[in-house]
Structures are given as C-alpha cells and as structure tokens.
C-alpha cells in the first residue's frame, strides 16, 4: 500500500498487551486451519473451522470495537510477498466437496447475493491475517494493528462472517434435520460430511 496515511506515536505497554493478544489469537487460527485442510477429514472440517472461525471473529470484533490504530509510519512497510495459499484452498476445497460453493449477503444495506466458496474465503482471512502477523513479528505493533482492524473493517470480517453463517447452517442442517436449501446433492454431501460418528466436540 503506497497511500499517504495519518500517524501516531509509539504505541504504549497497554496498547502492546492487546496486540499480543491479537497475534496469539490470529496465529492460533491460521495454525488450525492449516491443520484442518492437511488433516483431510470431511467428518470433522466443518466443525472444526466452525469453531476457529468463530473464535477469529471475536478477535476481529474486539479490533472493530477498538478506537483507530494508525501506524507509525506514512507508507506501509515491505514486509514480502503475500503468503502463498494456493495449496491451502485447493485442500480445503477437496476437503469440502460439495458444500464449499455457498451465496451470502456481503452488504446487507445494498443487499447483493454473491456467490463464493469457503475455501476461497478463508483464505482470503488467512492472507490478511498472516500480512498483519508478520509486521508484527517484526516488532512494528503499530503497522500490525492498523492492518488488523482496517482488513477486519473492510474485507476480511465481512468473509469469515458469511463463512461462518454457511458452516452453522450446514451443522443445523445435520444436528435439527432441517430443510437444506440446495440441491439434493448439496444435501447429501452434508449428511456425508457431519455423520454422526465423525462428530467432533470441541
């Protein structure tokens, strides 16, 4: 990002106790889903991700919650290419199967449907997450938590909030046995994914 930004000072101990936090809670996340896409098991993605997911999101709420970060710097520091995570999606995407296309709302006051894929999503979170991560390790708080909150505000919060609707209704499809709306095969790959010996408790 080349974009003249507004500045402040260094941030303070209390400012750095809550960016650990962050970062422990983002490294947690990008970890597990690593894990769950190199693990394979359509019988426990869904719920696993449903957990972590869940738990970024209250991250991201708490960096939404926050007053504005502003980085140190006027231009976003080089910190190297994007994390490559083609490998990751094309897992998570096998993983998925059939209930990796799903739709969502992504401005619910201009309502557009979009359709997309949780595989692409998240890992869309997980670049966004891991740019944030490695300003962070290397000791620019102030530039980790700038990206955190502005990606959170305007991408990534947005994404693993329609992902993690589309994973509660694939477990409330198979926990309440309710009506799927999709294809009879849509319907079939979620009872296939959540049987209900593969259940996982978190």
Not at 8 to 20: C, L, V
Not at 115 to 136: F, K, T
Not at 154 to 159: A, P
Request: net charge negative; proline share 5%.
């Amino acid at each position: 990002m080349t974009t003249s930004r507004s500045i402040e000072p260094t941030p303070g101990a209390e400012t750095d106790t809550f960016a650990t936090q962050i970062a422990d809670s983002v490294e947690s996340f990008l970890l597990a889903v690593r894990a769950v896409a190199a693990e394979g098991d359509p019988g426990s993605a869904v719920p696993l991700l449903l957990l972590e997911v869940s738990q970024v999101l209250l991250t991201g709420a708490r960096l939404g919650a926050h007053q504005d970060f502003l980085p140190r710097q006027e231009y976003q520091p080089d910190v190297g290419p994007e994390a490559d995570v083609d490998e990751l999606r094309l897992r998570l995407a096998e993983t998925l199967g059939q209930v990796d296309t799903y739709s969502f709302v992504f401005d619910p006051y201009e309502p557009e449907v979009v359709v997309s894929q949780i595989s692409d999503d998240l890992c869309s979170v997980v670049a966004d997450l891991e740019n944030g991560l490695r300003h962070y390790k290397r000791g620019d708080v102030a530039e980790a938590l700038w990206w955190w909150q502005f990606s959170y505000v305007s991408d990534w919060g947005n994404l693993a909030g329609a992902v993690l609707n589309a994973l509660v209704t694939v477990v409330s499809h198979d926990r309440l046995d309710a009506e799927f709306s999709g294809e009879e095969e849509d319907v079939a790959a979620a009872n296939e994914m959540l049987d209900e010996d593969a259940t996982v408790q978190p």
